[in-house]
C-alpha cells in the first residue's frame, strides 16, 4: 500500500516542490481546496480529501477535514492489533504524513482596519486538530509544519532515514507552533489585565554568543505582533552583532528617551541614565547629556529622538560607545560614525504613540506581572507645602528631573539644571547614600540645582545634604508620617518643595 501524505497548507510557498517530491518517493498526495489546485497545477496527482472521506467540503470550508477517515487514519497505533482490524472494517487507510500550516491569524490582527468577522474567520479549527493528530502520532506519522523543513524531510526521506527522533522534532515544532497560535488567540480575546491564566509568546530573533556573562547561555526573542519602540524592530545598520547586555542597555535607553517630546538624547550605562540633555536641537541635546557625566559615557550607549546629522555625528564621533539609537541617521552622519569598526548604528522609528503593556520578571518558578509605569504627572497634579514655592524656571527643571529619576533604579535621586541631568545617584541601600553620589557627581553645578527624588524622604537627612549643597528645589511623591521635618528642613533652608502623590520605585 502507498504511502499518504495529507497536505493543507495557508503558505504555498514551496508546497509544489515538496509535494512533487513526494510524489517522486512513492507518496499518494490527499489535499483541499487551493492547495489542491496548487499541486495539480504544477502537474502532480493528487486527491480531493471529499474522495477520501465520502463528504463534501460544507459551511464555507469550515468542515472539510474533521472527519473519522482523516483523524483514524492519523490516530490509530500501527503496532495495535484491534486499531488495524478497526481500520481494516472501516476500510480507512492510514495516513504517514500530514503537511499543514494554519490560517494567517497574526498576520490578519496585524492588519490595519480589519474586521472582528475577518479576524474569526482567521481561526483556523481543522488544522491545528489535524497537526495535534499527526504529532501524537510522532511514531508513526510524520508532521511538518514549517516549510523550512520541506528540504530536510525529504532529504531524510530519500536517505530511507525519517527516524523516530526526527519525527519527534517535528512534532516538538508543532506544538510550540500550535500553541502560540492558540496564545495570540486567548490574548485577542481576553479583556481582563489579569486572568486565571496568563498565556504569552515569543518568536526567537537570534541566538546570542552568551548572556550576562560568558558562561551563561543565552538567547533573544520577540513577541510575535509588531511593538512601538521595541528594539526587535530596530534595523541594525552598522557594527558587531548585539549582545545580551547591549540589548538590556539598549532597551533602557529606548524607554527612557520615550519620555521626551522635544530634540533630547539619553545615554546609558548599566541599564541607568548616566546623562540626559534635552534642548531645541539635538545637537544641543546630546551636549548636555554628555557633560552631565563625560566619564560614565564612555563605552555606553546613546539613544537620540531626532535624526543624527553631521554636527552629532561628529560630535559622537569622538567618544568610544557601544551603541547609537536613533530614528535616521543622515549619509554624512553615516559617513562619520562607519569609520568606527564597532559602532552598533540602530535606525529605529520614534513617532509611534506608546502602548501600556505587561512587565514579566522572573522569579524562581514564577513570573511577577505589573502594568508599565506610564504615569504622567504635570503641573495640576502637584502641590507644594513649603513656604518657598518655585520660580517658572525652577519648576521645568523640577518635572525634567522627575522624567529622569522615573528611569533610574531605586533608591533614586537626580539633580538637573537646565533641561540636563547633573547627577544621578542610583541603586543604593538608602536614599541619603543615593543623594551623596548625585551631588558628588554634581559637584559646584549642585548649587541652584533641582532635585528629584523617586520616593518620599523617610528622614530629613537627605533634604539637609541637598541643602547644603546649595540645591534650591525638590520634587519627590510625599506620603512619609515624617514629611513635616522634611518641610521644615526645606523652610530651614529657603528650598521649594514640590509633592507628585505618585512614586516611581524601579527595582
Not at 66 to 72: D, E, F, G, K, M
Amino acid at each position: 500500500m502507498k504511502k499518504q501524505a495529507l497536505i493543507s497548507v495557508s503558505d504555498k510557498s514551496g508546497i509544489a516542490e515538496f509535494a512533487k517530491g513526494l510524489a517522486e518517493a512513492g507518496y499518494a498526495i490527499i489535499s483541499t481546496g487551493g492547495t489542491l489546485r496548487t499541486i495539480q497545477e504544477a502537474g502532480i496527482e493528487a486527491s480531493a480529501v471529499e474522495e477520501i472521506t465520502g463528504f463534501p467540503e460544507m459551511l464555507e470550508g469550515r468542515v472539510k477535514t474533521l472527519h473519522p477517515v482523516i483523524h483514524a487514519g492519523l490516530l490509530a497505533k500501527r503496532e495495535n492489533e484491534t486499531h488495524k482490524q478497526q481500520l481494516s472494517d472501516k476500510g480507512i487507510a492510514p495516513i504517514d504524513m500530514v503537511v499543514v500550516n494554519l490560517y494567517p491569524f497574526k498576520q490578519t490582527l496585524d492588519q490595519s482596519n480589519v474586521t472582528e468577522e475577518e479576524i474569526i474567520e482567521n481561526i483556523d479549527i481543522g488544522g491545528p486538530t489535524m497537526l495535534r493528530a499527526a504529532a501524537k502520532s510522532f511514531r508513526d506519522v510524520t508532521p511538518v509544519v514549517d516549510p523550512s523543513d520541506y528540504n530536510e524531510v525529504l532529504k531524510a526521506i530519500q536517505n530511507d532515514d525519517l527516524s523516530m527522533a526526527f519525527r519527534k522534532k517535528l512534532a516538538a515544532k508543532v506544538f510550540r507552533h500550535t500553541a502560540q497560535y492558540d496564545a495570540l488567540i486567548a490574548d485577542y480575546f481576553t479583556d481582563e489585565a489579569f486572568p486565571e491564566n496568563y498565556t504569552i509568546t515569543y518568536e526567537k530573533v537570534q541566538t546570542l554568543r552568551y548572556g550576562e556573562n560568558p558562561h551563561q547561555e543565552a538567547a533573544f526573542y520577540k513577541t510575535p505582533l509588531e511593538s512601538p519602540m521595541s528594539l526587535a524592530s530596530a534595523r541594525q545598520l552598522h557594527g558587531k552583532e548585539m549582545s545580551y547586555n547591549n540589548i538590556q542597555d539598549a532597551n533602557a535607553a529606548l524607554s527612557i528617551i520615550a519620555e521626551y517630546d522635544k530634540p533630547a538624547a539619553v545615554a546609558v550605562k548599566h541599564m541607568n541614565p548616566c546623562g540626559i540633555g534635552m534642548a531645541d536641537d539635538l545637537k544641543t541635546a546630546f551636549s548636555r547629556a554628555y557633560e552631565a557625566d563625560p566619564v560614565s559615557i564612555f563605552g555606553g550607549i546613546v539613544a537620540c529622538n531626532r535624526p543624527i546629522e553631521a554636527d552629532t555625528a561628529e560630535r559622537l564621533s569622538t567618544i568610544f560607545l557601544e551603541i547609537v539609537i536613533a530614528p535616521a541617521f543622515t549619509d554624512e552622519a553615516f559617513d562619520i560614525l562607519t569609520k568606527k569598526k564597532n559602532i552598533r548604528l540602530l535606525e529605529l522609528p520614534m513617532d509611534a504613540p506608546g502602548q501600556t503593556s505587561h512587565q514579566l520578571t522572573s522569579v524562581n518558578g514564577g513570573v511577577l506581572i505589573q502594568d508599565e509605569d506610564t504615569k504622567e504627572i504635570d503641573q495640576s497634579d502637584l502641590t507644594y507645602p513649603t513656604e518657598r514655592k518655585p520660580t517658572e524656571r525652577e519648576l521645568k527643571d523640577l518635572l525634567f528631573a522627575w522624567k529622569a529619576v522615573k528611569q533610574v533604579k531605586s533608591n533614586a535621586i537626580v539633580l538637573a539644571n537646565d533641561m540636563k541631568t547633573l547627577g544621578v545617584g542610583a541603586g543604593q541601600m538608602n536614599r541619603v547614600g543615593a543623594a551623596r553620589i548625585a551631588l558628588e557627581q554634581a559637584g559646584e553645578e549642585a548649587n541652584g540645582a533641582a532635585l528629584a527624588s523617586d520616593a518620599f524622604f523617610p528622614m530629613p537627612d537627605t533634604v539637609e545634604e541637598a541643602a547644603k549643597a546649595g540645591v534650591k528645589a525638590i520634587i519627590q511623591p510625599g506620603g512619609s508620617k515624617r514629611d513635616q521635618e522634611s518641610v521644615d528642613m526645606c523652610n530651614q533652608y529657603g528650598v521649594a518643595m514640590v509633592y507628585t502623590g505618585a512614586r516611581h520605585f524601579k527595582h
